[in-house]
C-alpha cells in the first residue's frame, strides 16, 4: 500500500483548496467531502467557480472536525454537522460572556 502524507498548516484567507485538496488534507476521499457540499453542511465560505469548489481555511477545519466527529462515534454526517454546530455556538457564547466580564 502506498504511503500519503499529509500536510498541515495555516491557509491564508486569500488562498483556497479545490476539492481533490480539501480531501487530501482531510485524509478522506473527495466522494466524502462532495456528499457534505451537497447535503449542506459543508462550504461555509467556499466559492463555486467553473473549475469546481474552491475551500477555505474554515471550510478545513470543519471538515476536519465532521470527519473527527464521525470516525470516534460512528456518526453519520447529520449528527456531526450538529454536534459541530453546537460546539461553535458555545465557544461564541462563552466568547460573548468573557467581553462582558461574565466568565
Known amino acids: 500500500m502506498a504511503q500519503t502524507t499529509v500536510l498541515t498548516g495555516v491557509l491564508l484567507e486569500d488562498t483556497a483548496l479545490s476539492l481533490e485538496e480539501l480531501a487530501r488534507?482531510?485524509?478522506?476521499?473527495p466522494a466524502w467531502v462532495a456528499q457534505r457540499v451537497q447535503a449542506g453542511i459543508l462550504l461555509n465560505g467556499a466559492a463555486v467557480q467553473v473549475t469546481g469548489w474552491r475551500f477555505t481555511s474554515?471550510?478545513?477545519?470543519?471538515?476536519?472536525?465532521?470527519?473527527?466527529i464521525e470516525r470516534a462515534f460512528d456518526a453519520n454526517e447529520?449528527?456531526?454537522?450538529?454536534v459541530v454546530d453546537l460546539t461553535d455556538e458555545v465557544?461564541?457564547?462563552?466568547a460573548k460572556l468573557r467581553v462582558l466580564g461574565m466568565e
Request: glycine share 0%; with cysteine; proline share 0%.
Open 25 to 29: 488534507a482531510c485524509s478522506v476521499e
Open 58 to 68: 474554515v471550510d478545513l477545519v470543519r471538515a476536519r472536525q465532521l470527519r473527527d
Open 78 to 82: 447529520d449528527l456531526a454537522a450538529l
Open 91 to 94: 465557544k461564541r457564547l462563552r
